[in-house]
């Protein structure tokens, strides 16, 4: 009577399944690559009809890869592979451990002319050459047999090559775990840090809210670099990280050289500026200049012999394409004036000749007897930061590591084995080779061929 197979276990040892599931981690990655994820996604939402969108959204495709889909994706392909390992365990156990010198009446049989010698010399002294000829390519030789005169030795390698396809399964099972955790259980978000500030909370991806810091992040400066054309050559910020008070890492975060700590990875992922920079200012009086004063908005200072007090309204990168400028309301016993004060107002003057009088407000002379001059806006930059926990990022590594031993055990090892039989005929002494491989015998023949050309030339020297 046939035994009758489990259902489930047929069901999980097809190879149909693997390429289904394999299929739909491939549709699904197309998916997720044409349709907008997460916070990417709001704008696409209210481009399409409200009822593809209603219906994407139940179908959580919007956020793929936290989806029950993607989990039901990666649990059966981690079913399919366990289970698939647990099939063919008992057969490569038995390969592994079988007696290398079993079944020796059928590898002997039908061997080709070139695998066969016949000599004087008698067994013993045949056995010891040709322990040592098969000792300089194996490094594992089994133990020899006696039967009728007969000798076999037996020489092996590649064996644990076996256990090759069993480290890439575990590798993709730490695979899909990692992938797992970190969808399940890391978090990403973004902050931005004036000079000088601090942070200990981030905003999380997707509008999932905000997250609370295990410690608190301090930008004490940033710098950038430019090219000649404007665009940022280069750009770092020097961070101190705070954790009950007391410094726990101080140094610089640069583009591509995260920092990580307590398992949190931070990242320089952008920068601005503040519209609260600082104004370099100076006024003179009858050709005296006075001292230079640097004020952000707001902020404010006294003439000499109380003539007035000069506030800072705003400051402008470039205004109106005439470069950097400063508004600033000054008080006085004669009441309240505007007016704007532009850096370069000598250049603005010479490409518009006059343009002062007919635009009052650009007149940096306009509170007599005083004349005010911008020296320059020093910019105050923000860094943007990138700030994320994956807890399945070791486990990724690792998978990533055994995949590539597993795969180089795969298709560049294999489990050779070579016997050389030693029997007594008559007068003479029988010298035979027989040799097997679960794969690449191409390498196997080779190997064969160099050995019976050793064993060759020995007899021939042996016999001159």
């Known amino acids: 009577m046939t035994k009758q197979k489990n259902p489930f276990w047929s069901f999980f040892t097809s190879v149909y399944l693997t390429i289904t599931l394999l299929v739909f981690t491939v549709v699904m990655s197309v998916v997720g690559t044409f349709i907008p994820q997460q916070d990417a996604a709001r704008e ?56 290398p010198l079993s079944g020796e009446d059928d590898l002997f049989r039908g061997l080709s002319p070139e695998r066969v010698f016949l000599c004087d010399e008698d067994v013993g002294t045949m056995t010891g050459r040709m322990e040592g000829f098969l000792g300089r390519k194996y490094r594992k030789i089994g133990k020899t047999q006696e039967k009728e005169d007969a000798v076999i030795i037996c020489g092996e390698k590649g064996r644990y090559s076996r256990f090759a396809v069993y480290v890439v399964h575990l590798s993709v099972q730490l695979l899909i775990l990692g992938a797992l955790m970190g969808a399940y259980w890391g978090w990403e978000g973004y902050v931005n840090i004036g000079e000088g500030e601090t942070a200990d909370a981030i905003d999380l991806k997707g509008g999932k809210g905000s997250k609370a810091l295990p410690f608190t992040i301090r930008c004490d400066k940033f710098m950038v670099a430019f090219y000649e054309n404007g665009a940022p050559k280069t750009y770092r910020s020097d961070l101190t990280f705070l954790k009950d008070g007391k410094t726990i890492y101080q140094g610089p975060l640069l583009v591509n050289h995260p920092v990580s700590l307590e398992g949190i990875r931070v990242y320089q992922a952008s920068y601005g500026s503040s519209p609260d920079g600082r104004a370099s200012l100076a006024f003179s009086r009858g050709g005296k200049e006075g001292k ?173």
């Open 292 to 464: 230079l004063i640097k004020l952000g908005p707001g902020e404010s200072f006294s003439l000499p012999e109380k003539a007035g007090t000069v506030q800072i309204v705003r400051l402008e990168e470039n205004l109106m394409q005439m470069g950097p400028a400063v508004k600033i309301m000054v008080r006085s016993g004669q009441g309240e004036v505007s007016f704007w004060i532009f850096q370069h107002i000598d250049k603005i003057r010479e490409m518009n000749p006059g343009v002062t009088e007919q635009v009052p407000m650009f007149n940096p002379a306009t509170f007599k007897p005083y004349l005010f001059v911008l020296k320059g806006i020093e910019e105050r930059y923000y860094t943007g930061l990138q700030v994320s926990r994956d807890p399945g990022a070791p486990l990724v590594a690792a998978a990533a590591v055994l995949m590539m031993v597993g795969l180089i055990g795969t298709f560049f090892s294999s489990h050779r084995r070579i016997w050389i039989k030693i029997q007594r005929l008559e007068e003479k002494t029988k010298i035979s080779v027989a040799a097997r491989t679960n794969k690449h015998p191409v390498v196997l023949d080779r190997e064969v061929r160099q050995l019976t050309e050793q064993i060759k030339v020995s007899l021939e020297k042996g016999s001159t």
């Open 44 to 99: 696409f939402v209210q481009a399409i009809p409200p009822g593809l969108a209603s219906f994407l959204q139940t179908m959580q495709a919007f956020d793929l890869f936290h989806s029950v889909w993607f989990f039901l994706i990666m649990l059966f392909l981690s079913l399919n592979l366990i289970v698939c390992s647990l099939n063919r365990w008992p057969l490569t156990w038995k390969q592994f451990r079988g007696a």
